[in-house]
């Protein structure tokens, strides 16, 4: 008798409403129900417009719902904070600070000892394989590289939430497959909760417990697709690609949608 | 290698070689007495002139004090150093003011409204334009010349602070709140050093308005420092003192430039547009 337990992350009748620059009322979410479990790695997956990255940036606290609930880590979502961190497509890393700095930022806020920081550091250093890396500037780095540092930093937070906003969008196939298999290293070893938004098919099929498949504008969810393939996942079976093709065909769907909205506004 | 190459003897003779050529031709031309030396002396007589500028007035004697006091005593010295320090004052008052209300109107929207309508009608009067209100307000001496110059390090550096701090990059502000920070570590964390580029810019920029504007109000407001020495050689007919003060000037304000070149890649050095250099 174990009752089910709570999600780390809940949205409930979660709407997005902005205007945009010509004044015309955009509907960017409508009536998101979501519920992710402690440790569950979620994608959120879907052609660009069809609001995932605002739903993110939501559940981040960078831009509040119009409407509905949304709880992180049993809280309403008020305002962005070190237990939701964050992994930007574009790094985001403070290019004035070293990497060793970059990935100390968030414990000097926190008030964490000089000893223990160090000792993080260290170790996420060790961790993401940038322990060479450790006195460069971000400028110095690659792109992977970058990413690496990008996802040490918000590790030292120790968050009981990784949300991540097509990190691995600006990289190359290899690049990224080996982060990839980063992520996932990182997720069974910390057990962290990972909302990770995509509008790559494959990726998402490689990573994902759950892939939460959205439409395009108003931005609602479409359909859930579990994925139960045994990691670590071979993108070459035939089960991999079945799943493949019917994800691409619910993809698709809201691509055309998408292409269509733009021919009619042009 | 591109076509410009070559060692780096070759690169000096390069640098070398018209500046070299236009002086010999100067000599040569004054020797043969095709120019009035009252209007321009020969290059060796600026040179002279400008060592016995530099050289102590006096010989040294023992009983009026120890030697180096004496080596510094020279004319050129004692002037470059009186406009130093009110270049140095009045770009400090000037640049802390600039730096103080750029980085308030940078971060702050409300006193941007407020003040940036002012700065607008303000910022376009060269601060030469204040000489007369200068000397009204200030008299003589030294005041009105810290008044000019810092007014002229002032508008650069607001400016360019302004500049700075608005066009921060979101994704930086935004990254720094996930991570925790807010109000004094964001700014001084990360919306200062953000903005560094900028704000780096407006303080050379400033730095050499205010030599500009140190050698004007010499010239009208003071009785000593170069612009003021230079002034007085005319009054004088010296040309060949004329041009050993305006060397001096050049020497001094490229010293100062590449100083503060170099002290700002040194704080910039982890910026992407420095890869390269």
Redesign the interface.
């Known amino acids: 008798m174990s009752a089910p337990a709570s999600p780390q992350i809940l949205a409930e009748g979660v709407d997005k409403t902005f205007r945009s620059p010509d004044g015309q009322e955009v509907v960017a979410l409508r009536g998101i129900q979501l519920a992710v479990t402690p440790g569950e790695f979620v994608c959120l997956l879907g052609p660009s417009g069809c609001g995932k990255s605002t739903l993110l940036n939501a559940i ?1 606290g ?1 831009s509040l719902p119009t409407a509905g609930t949304l709880l992180a880590n049993g809280r309403p979502v008020t ?4 237990d ?3 992994v ?1 497509q ?1 790094y ?6 070293t990497i060793a700095k970059n990935i100390a ?2 414990l000097e ?2 008030g964490e000892s000089r000893e223990t920081i160090d000792r993080k550091v260290a170790e996420l250093l060790k961790l993401l394989s940038l322990a060479e890396f450790a006195n460069r ?3 110095d780095l690659s792109g992977g590289m970058r990413q690496r540092v990008a996802i040490a ?2 590790l030292a ?1 120790d968050a009981p939430i990784l949300l991540m906003d097509e990190p691995f969008g600006a990289l190359d196939a290899l690049t990224r497959r080996n982060l990839q298999d980063e992520v996932l290293r990182i997720w069974t070893e910390f057990k962290t909760t990972i909302l990770f938004v995509t509008h790559g098919i494959e990726e998402s099929i490689y990573l994902a417990d759950r892939i939460v498949v959205m439409t395009y504008r108003p931005g609602t969810v479409k359909t859930v697709v579990p994925v139960t393939l045994p990691r670590p996942r071979d993108t070459a079976s035939p089960e991999f690609n079945a799943l493949k093709r019917h994800l691409t065909g619910l993809v698709m769907e809201e691509q055309r949608r998408h292409e269509e909205d733009e021919i009619r506004r042009h | 290698m591109s076509a410009a190459g070559g060692g780096t003897g070759k690169r000096i003779v390069q640098a070398l070689l018209v500046p070299v050529a236009v002086l010999a031709l100067w000599e040569g031309l004054s020797r043969a007495g095709f120019i009035n030396p009252l209007i321009l002396p020969s290059p060796t007589k600026v040179a002279l002139r400008w060592w016995s500028y530099l050289s102590p007035q006096k010989p040294f004697d023992a009983a009026e004090g120890p030697y180096l006091t004496w080596l510094v005593s020279g004319e050129l010295l004692h002037d470059a150093a009186a406009s130093l320090f009110r270049v140095f004052a009045g770009f400090l008052i000037g640049g802390s003011l600039g730096l103080g209300l750029g980085l308030l109107m940078g971060v702050s929207s409300t006193v941007y409204r407020l003040m940036n309508p002012l700065v607008q009608i303000l910022r376009p009067i060269p601060p030469i334009a204040y000489i007369p209100l200068a000397i009204l307000w200030f008299g003589l001496g030294n005041p009105p010349a810290f008044f000019l110059i810092s007014l002229g390090a002032f508008f650069p550096i607001l400016l360019n602070t302004i500049a700075g701090v608005r066009n921060v990059d979101a994704i930086y502000v935004r990254a720094a709140r996930n991570l925790g920070a807010g109000g004094l570590v964001m700014f001084r964390r990360v919306i200062l050093p953000a903005a560094a580029p900028h704000i780096l810019t407006g303080v050379r920029v400033g730095y050499g308005v205010a030599f500009i504007v140190v050698i004007v109000a010499e010239m009208i407001a003071v009785n000593s420092g170069l612009g003021y020495r230079i002034l007085e050689a005319r009054e004088f007919f010296w040309p060949d003192k004329i041009i050993a003060g305006m060397i001096t000037i050049g020497v001094i304000g490229l010293g100062i430039d590449t100083a503060l070149n170099k002290f700002s890649n040194h704080l910039l050095r982890w910026h992407r547009s420095l890869e390269s250099s």
């Open positions: 981040a960078f305002e962005p904070g070190p939701r961190a964050m930007f574009e985001a890393l403070f290019p004035w600070m930022f968030g806020i926190k500037f971000p400028k930093r918000v937070l």
